[in-house]
């Protein structure tokens, strides 16, 4: 865990002092959201929970790749490297196009959806301490990003 008052001394503008605490903040959240999926006994990282929500919330339960990456929460050079670990523990399968060997369909397995709704589960345990106002505001300012 960051050493937040350390941050908050640091000999540096105001603007650098919030931005170097909002990094902080946000992989120590990255971490506890992380283990609140992995207490669902699948190890999961945030980048294959996204995955699996793209192609759980998709009309056919399945994307092309280049339309995975296109609904990314961040972009990430490994997401073959990421499918090949979804596909190793069962939870995606991936099929080339008949018409067009280029393409890559990945689709989400029973499984897959089962793990998926369960670390959602899991998350909502996930709290902030923020109140509602709070969190309003914090929203707000981070949409001007």
Do not use: W
């Not at 605490?21 to 996204?50: H, Y």
């Not at 990314?72 to 490994?78: F, K, Q, R, S």
């Amino acid at each position: 865990m960051a050493n937040k008052g350390l941050i908050q001394h640091l000999d540096v503008d105001i603007e650098h002092k919030a931005l170097t605490l909002l990094a902080c903040v946000a992989q120590e959240s990255k971490v506890a959201m992380e283990r609140l999926i992995q207490s669902t006994g699948v190890p999961l990282s945030l980048l294959q929970l996204n995955i699996l929500h793209a192609l759980d919330m998709s009309p056919e339960g399945q994307l092309t790749v280049n339309q995975l990456k296109a609904v990314m929460l961040d972009e990430t050079p490994n997401v073959s490297r990421t499918l090949n670990k979804l596909v190793d523990l069962g939870l995606v399968t991936k099929n080339r196009s008949s018409e067009d060997q280029r393409v890559v369909f990945v689709a989400i397995t029973e499984a897959g959806k089962k793990v998926h709704h369960d670390a959602d589960q899991a998350l909502l345990g996930y709290k902030s301490p923020l109140n509602e106002k709070e969190s309003q505001q914090l929203l707000d300012l981070l949409s001007k990003f």
